[in-house]
């Protein structure tokens, strides 16, 4: 008789359960059991972050119902957080990072140097200030631990690793060219002037489409990150600051919390109203683009002929156009759903199971 396989256990740690990070722990839950049955492969949930509380699985359920909860959620110590995810004996440990936060990305290069994996749809290290990218490289070759963010840009969809794969066989990025907000994309295919641009934008938000702070997506910050982060992945030290990046948010709503923001939306109403009416004189549509070569980086919304191919996508389609050494008559296309919490999750999954590959997990049917 053939001694039963032992399952890899990987302990794993969700900080921000919102919406990527609550579809997140969904997925993970239901595909667990399979998981376990077909690839020896044990995902154990210990641990989970707000913003201001977290709960580990230590704490004890019963005295939690005798103590009014009190021990269920503890005050949030990220380190203290990770060091629990991290302090089983024989098992890896991998944190999720699902939130929007740079105070949460100036952990990975210590949780990363102490062994500590790292996956998120999070894009602040990969386009953030380059000498903390820079040591957050530096922490994962020393101890082998990994960073993955495909997430980072097109959400589900392969675009970091398809760029890392053409770059690591050798290949050469000429240039970037693509559509790269989910949000945008389905503001601009759904704005045809029978609604305000407001109320679709409350929309967007509500379907999960936006960040957190929908002005992220409607500045063009959001689309530049993600250009910065493809210009890193091909070895150009880019910096948000070098994107040329044309906002659509009025100056006088810059300045305000983001509650205020929200109620205030209805000012973009007009301008927004003034830029459909120019797109259709010209008999075009308006479409947000994005572009990266040898003369610069630079995000803007376009007035593009009905003919283009970038006039065609649907909801929140993304296309991302590589043009490389190898793929230079004719682009590598990347297109498809570019933002939602399932499809996001499933890429924070994704990486997830990299990680584990990684150790020897088998992920092939053979
Ligand atoms: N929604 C999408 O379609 C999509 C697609 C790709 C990438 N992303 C990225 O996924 C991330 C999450 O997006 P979301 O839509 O789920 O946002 P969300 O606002 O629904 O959730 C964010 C969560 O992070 C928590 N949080 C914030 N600061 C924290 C901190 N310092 N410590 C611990 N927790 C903290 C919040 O409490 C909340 O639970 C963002 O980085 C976003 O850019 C989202
Ligand atoms: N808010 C982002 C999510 C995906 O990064 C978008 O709309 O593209």
Redesign the pocket.
Known sequence: MRAAVQPLVVNVGV?????????FLRQMQQAAPRLLRECHLELRLRAV????HMWLDCDDEALNGRVGGAQTWRP?V?DEFAAYVAGHHGSAAVLA?????D??ADHYAGWLGAGIHVV?????AASGCLDRWKAIARASDASGARLHYE??VG?GLPVVQTLRDLIDTGDELLAVEGMLS??LAWLFNRFDGSRPFSALVREAHAL?????DPR?DLSGM?VARKLVILAREAGVGLSLGDVAVESLVPRELEGLGRDDFMEALPAMDAPMAALLARARAEGGVLRHVARLDNAGASVGVQVLDGGHAFAHGQL?DNVVRFATRRYCDNALVVQGP????E??AA?VFTDLLRVAGAMGVKRCAC
Do not use: H, M, Q
């Open positions: 900080i921000g359960p919102g919406k990527v990070g609550a579809a972050s707000d913003s201001r949030v990220l990072d699902c939130t929007a936060s105070s949460v998120t749809p999070n894009k602040r997430g980072t959400a989910g949000t999960g489409y936006t960040e957190p992220d959001d929140t570019g933002a939602g919490p499809v996001t890429a």
